[in-house]
């Protein structure tokens, strides 16, 4: 068995089209109905202000599975620690013996969360989209804009969040990427040129609504990964020309969809691995709206994982 720390995980693993690729084949293995996919085991830690979750998913006929334990204590910045945390447990898939320990402290669940979103706007997004507007300016805001010049030629992104200092900071950060930035005190000027809209916060309130979205824009919607979290008022989800998940029964529970409360959805949902192994066409004019709801499965942490490892062991 093997223990690798994340400044060598870091240097093995980066937000690149050869990740993107692993990722990717992770949800069209999912599309295809060829994961093993358990539901997401969750524990509240009240006293502490924390949470853990527990991911897990095999992909039929690989040689590795990932089990991924990511735990949040939120009151963590107050004593000089970080909020998340976590590791992932790699694992035969024909002895179950541990073939390593990847303590990444959560950087690949940060990386494969921004390169869901980038693959979401690939298979979503119109093919000319150099805009991008971002609502929220932490850790996966940056990374997201990182993952999307992967699949679009970006120039322009537009950002709100809730602290203006906050979004400045951000928009130094992007600035020096080489994008021009501009900074919003109000989302519906923040959206209005968009023609991708990405929401990365961790609002338990709607912050987009129907009103703010221009025509044919596409919207990626990754804050909302427990029952207590939203990001999309549901005129959002109606207006939509095509509403897609990465699992429907995960959007129910812990994504946009519980809007819905266990009723009936007054819309088709789509799955992005059938999108993706199907080759589905979702966007038909450059008008077309679409809305992707993004929940984090464990195929991501088992694609992510299984490729980390066999960049780390050299065989990849």
Not at 40 to 66: P, Q, W, Y
Not at 140 to 164: G, K, N, P, S, Y
Not at 211 to 228: F, I, K, Q, Y
């Amino acid at each position: 068995m093997q223990l690798y720390h994340r400044d060598a995980i870091e240097g093995a693993v980066g937000i690149d089209q050869a990740a993107l690729s692993a990722v990717e084949a992770g949800f069209a293995a999912l599309g295809r109905g060829e994961v093993v996919q358990p539901p997401i085991l969750s524990m509240a830690i009240e006293e502490a202000n924390g949470e853990v979750d527990v991911k897990t998913a095999h992909v039929r006929g690989a040689e590795r599975f990932a089990i991924k334990v990511s735990p949040g204590f939120f009151d963590n910045p107050a004593l000089g620690l970080p909020s998340l945390n976590g590791l992932m447990l790699v694992l035969s898939a024909r002895t179950g013996r541990v073939e390593a320990v990847l303590f990444d402290e959560g950087y690949l669940t940060q990386v494969r969360t921004a390169l869901a979103g980038a693959i979401a706007a690939r298979h979503l997004s119109r093919e000319t989209s150099r805009r991008v507007t971002v609502l929220g300016a932490g850790e996966q805001a940056e990374c997201q804009v990182q993952a999307l010049r992967l699949v679009r030629d970006l120039d322009t992104l537009d950002v709100w969040a809730r602290r203006r200092e906050g979004a400045e900071t951000y928009a130094e950060r992007m600035r020096a990427a080489g994008l021009t930035v501009n900074v919003h005190d109000d989302i519906a000027e923040a959206c209005a040129a968009a023609d991708i809209i990405v929401t990365a916060t961790p609002s338990r309130m709607p912050l987009l609504h129907a009103r703010d979205l221009p025509a044919g824009v596409h919207v990626t919607a990754m804050g909302s990964d427990s029952p207590e979290k939203r990001e999309l008022d549901a005129s959002v989800l109606t207006r939509a020309d095509a509403f897609v998940c990465d699992t429907r029964a995960q959007s129910e529970g812990n994504g946009e969809l519980k809007v819905f409360e266990g009723g009936e959805v007054p819309f088709k949902v789509h799955e992005l691995g059938r999108v993706i192994a199907e080759r589905q066409r979702l966007r038909l004019t450059d008008d077309t709206l679409t809305v992707c709801d993004l929940t984090g499965t464990g195929v991501q942490d088992t694609a992510i994982a299984s490729y980390a490892l066999s960049r780390l062991a050299g065989d990849g």
